[in-house]
């Protein structure tokens, strides 16, 4: 999984992170992206207010984080329902 987020509420600062730890606190995601599908979600307001650079940037932000996703391998079912287990458990 790939996450797009923004830091700065006037000029944005696009990035890219590969897990929701590494995302700052005080950041916004505007897409998720996984080997299956892309979630964008800017919002009319921000849309609004965003500059045509920053809208482009945003962009190739969302096409690099797909293609990176993309290449990324599957999990296999097992590793998830560990993870999904220890999560439960509050062990991960």
């Known amino acids: 999984m790939?996450?797009?987020?923004?830091?700065g509420q006037r000029e944005r600062d696009f990035r890219i992170a590969g897990a929701r730890?590494?995302?700052?606190?005080?950041?916004?995601?505007?897409?998720?992206?996984?080997?299956e599908a892309t979630v964008e979600d800017i919002g009319?307001?921000?849309f609004q207010s965003m500059?045509?650079?920053?809208?482009y940037a945003l962009k190739a932000q969302v096409r690099e984080a797909r293609q990176r996703a993309i290449a990324e391998?599957?999990?296999?079912?097992?590793?998830?329902?560990?993870?999904?287990?220890?999560?439960?458990?509050?062990?991960?």
Do not use: H, I, W
């Not at 730890?21 to 996984?34: D, L």
């Not at 500059?51 to 809208?55: A, I, K, L």
């Open 51 to 55: 500059t045509e650079d920053e809208y």
């Open 21 to 35: 730890e590494e995302v700052p606190s005080e950041a916004r995601v505007y897409a998720t992206c996984t080997n």
């Open 44 to 46: 009319e307001v921000t």
């Open 2 to 7: 790939q996450l797009v987020y923004a830091t």
């Open 73 to 92: 391998p599957a999990p296999s079912p097992a590793y998830s329902l560990r993870q999904l287990f220890g999560k439960m458990l509050n062990r991960g």
